[in-house]
Nanobody, 124 residues
Framework: QVQLVESGGGLVQAGGSLRLSCAAS????????MGWFRQAPGKEREFVAA????????HYADSVKGRFTMSRDNVKNTVYLQMNSLKPEDTAVYSC?????????????????WGQGTQVTVSS
């Protein structure tokens, strides 16, 4: 069992930055691939970024490539999402997820554990 707790969301102006964190419980964190997803009101959940269990490989949605950076610290059992050059269309609830695999997936159905989410609001 893995429990995930996100933090770092908030209100920011367009062009600004935020850093999301996701702290995980459990001693096997380093064996899980991790992902960030987001869901805006009235829209389906969408993939944002993912990282392999070792942190050696990352994958990003085209909409955030070059602006967002995902990283992980397997000592602190934490993953991060650094979000720069934020746009109003980035407004959503952001959730982290853990997958019992070393490789990433962009499909939320392939993730086994989810956090409660943190709100990110970008004003124009």
């Amino acid at each position: 069992q893995v429990q995930l707790v996100e933090s770092g969301g908030g209100l920011v102006q367009a062009g600004g930055s935020l850093r999301l964190s996701c702290a995980a419980s459990g001693r096997t964190f380093s064996s899980y691939a991790m992902g960030w997803f987001r869901q805006a009101p009235g829209k389906e959940r969408e993939f944002v970024a993912a990282i392999t269990s070792s942190g050696g490989s990352r994958h990003y949605a085209d909409s955030v490539k070059g602006r967002f950076t995902m990283s992980r610290d397997n000592v602190k059992n934490t993953v991060y999402l650094q979000m720069n050059s934020l746009k109003p269309e980035d407004t959503a609830v952001y959730s982290c997820a853990a997958r019992r695999s070393v490789v990433v997936s962009t499909d939320p159905k392939n993730y086994n554990y989810w956090g409660q989410g943190t709100q990110v609001t970008v004003s124009s």
